[in-house]
């Protein structure tokens, strides 16, 4: 068994700045509330990229970090829940415009929780020795998604992507993972696809915009609860205690729920780490983004200890353990 680490980080977000007073012009709201109840600033919007076209910025930064080109790839994985296509997937877009042709190429769906599921999954395809390196990606274009008439959702959401390169060998990058699922609680967070119609159906159905649906205040329990599972879980696992942590890197859905997290965990806020004010909730991307962010600031230095946690629509939720090792 090989050990995994990531070896570079890229992310890219549209330049369009959107504020929450041009928000004021779409729906009843107002910048404070949505400072106050959420932390968001500002949100990229994009103004014609999809979701390959964003995956495909990062994973070049993320490859440039790595000192890799696409041929040194042999897989990527991609996490949205807004792919350009039902097929191809964003992965294989991606591996055209690299030319990463050695790769085997596919699209994950989990939520926001997506950039950690596939970086649990590369890392799997890694230590067996199936791969060697590995391009992981967290894209979405939520705004073609958002529903632009329902101000509970669509001040909250931003367009962006991030990427990772995990390369295996002698060094523990990734010690230890942890994913979750509970199918059962699906409702409170939905975004509908293609509705059953054919002819051969005794009533042809009416086709539901796919547009975001979701229950704020149920994700907001739900959040507060699983993030603190899934810390202890991976802490468990390593045998390290959260003050051997540098830094926690949470999805960014909401400051409010990391702050209540910090409490609970008796935690400084500082060490989780947050720019929700700048890019608000970009679904499977916005973990990816914190982490290269954090690595450009060079707020990472070799042998730290992060934590990346993840919760979202599935619902899903999920953490991984990592020796920075860059
Ligand atoms: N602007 C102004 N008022 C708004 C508003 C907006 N954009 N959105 C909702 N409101 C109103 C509501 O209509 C409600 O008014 P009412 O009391 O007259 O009915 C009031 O604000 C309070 O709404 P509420 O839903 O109780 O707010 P909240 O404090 O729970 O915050 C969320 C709402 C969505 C910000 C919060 O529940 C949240 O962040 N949940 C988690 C979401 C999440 O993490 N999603 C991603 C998962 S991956």
């Known amino acids: 068994m090989s050990y995994v680490s990531i070896v570079g980080t890229g992310s890219y977000v549209p330049t369009k700045v959107v504020t929450n007073n041009d928000l004021e012009k779409i729906v009843d709201t107002n910048d404070e509330w949505i400072k106050t109840r959420t932390g968001i600033h500002t949100r990229r919007m994009s103004e014609g990229e999809n979701t390959s076209d964003l995956a495909l910025k990062a994973a070049e930064e993320a490859l440039k970090d790595a000192d890799m080109s696409g041929e040194d790839i042999d897989l990527i994985i ?58 992981v990606i967290g894209a979405e274009v939520l705004s073609k998604v958002t529903n632009w008439e329902d101000r509970n959702t669509c001040v909250l959401f931003g367009d962006g992507s991030g990427a990772a390169v995990l390369r295996a060998g002698e060094q523990e990058g990734i010690i230890s993972t942890y994913t979750g699922s509970k199918g059962d609680e699906n409702r409170y967070l939905e975004i509908k696809a293609v509705q059953v119609n054919n002819p051969f159906m005794q009533e042809i159905s009416n086709n539901n915009p796919s547009l975001i649906k979701m229950n704020g205040k149920e994700i907001f329990k739900f959040a507060t609860k699983i993030i603190r599972k899934s810390l202890k879980n991976v802490i468990e696992d390593t045998g390290y205690s959260l003050d051997d942590v540098k830094y926690i890197v949470p999805h960014q859905a909401n400051h409010r729920i990391i702050e209540h997290v910090a409490h609970k965990t008796n935690m400084d806020i500082d060490r989780y780490y947050m720019n929700i004010d700048k890019y608000g909730n970009t679904s499977s991307a916005s973990i990816a983004i914190a982490l290269d962010e954090m690595n450009k600031k060079g707020l990472l230095e070799k042998n730290d200890k992060v934590i990346l946690v993840g919760f979202g629509g599935g619902l899903t939720w999920g953490s991984i353990f990592i020796n920075w090792v860059k």
Do not use: H
Request: net charge positive; hydrophobic share 40%.
């Open 78 to 135: 991609v996490a949205t829940v807004t792919q350009d296509t039902f097929t191809p997937s964003v992965a294989c877009i991606v591996q055209s415009k690299i030319g990463a042709n050695k790769a085997t190429c596919f699209d994950i769906t989990a939520g926001c929780t997506g950039f950690v599921y596939a970086l649990n999954i590369a890392k799997q395809f890694l230590e067996t020795g199936k791969c060697k390196n590995a391009l």
